[in-house]
């Protein structure tokens, strides 16, 4: 193979890589989107709706949703369910093809960042449990947060860990004039997970990552020695 022979090939070896990631991006961002809109049309029908019950079985990995169920009322209760299919006139009834389609696209592939809203429904032997998104992920991520950092105004995130970390939290000074540098998060492992989460969300959906996603503070240091990128970006948060 000549000299120039190989350029071609090495260019062309890297532009079907670029596409291919581009494609996934996509088609992770298309099988979120598909989520949200189904979480809005649940909620239209039944406001409480916090997690829908479903089985995927089979060779084609069908889904059957068992129905849809609230938040859990304490760390002792079980969540409540709001709708199981068989209730007569309910809401919910007129869109019930809908969500078992729209569970079984965005689970799909297997890269689908929808799995990371999926875990095993302990109420139910073999089944499972989808989280509907929040309404509004930053103010969710705020409530997140400011569990562990009360006066947190922003987070610092960055796109490549896990899709997307907090890596920093920026507060105000007790003086009320000027903001400290962003420091370590001290969280609980549960709320990182979650916060992990909700910003790989951010970071996949372009309308909210334009919307969230601003330029990191000059002089920002990355807390974890990483050299910063055009992945790494300041949230700010709304007020309390």
Partial sequence: MTPAAHDQVSILAQQRENLSLAFRRAEQAHCLSIIDHLAAKIRLRCPEAAYIAFDRTGEHRAVAVHGVLGEQPSSLGACPWLWDGTESGHPLNEID???????????????????????????????????????????????????????????????????????????????????????RPRLSSACD???????????????LADRHLMPVPNGFVHPYSISTSDQVHLMPLPSA
């Fill in 193 to 207: 997970d979650a916060l992990t989460r909700l910003v790989a969300q951010v970071f996949l959906l372009p309308p």
């Fill in 97 to 183: 093809t809908d969500i078992t389609l729209d569970i079984e696209y965005a689970l799909l592939p297997p890269t689908s960042p929808v799995w990371a809203l999926v875990r095993r429904n302990t109420g139910m032997d073999g089944s499972w449990l989808l989280e509907l998104p929040p309404v509004d992920r930053a103010a969710r991520a705020a409530e997140l947060i400011r569990g562990h950092h009360p006066a947190a105004t922003a987070i610092i995130v960055d796109g490549r860990a896990a899709g997307g970390r907090v890596v920093g939290v920026v507060e105000d000074r007790a003086d009320g004039e000027t903001q400290t540098p962003a420091v």
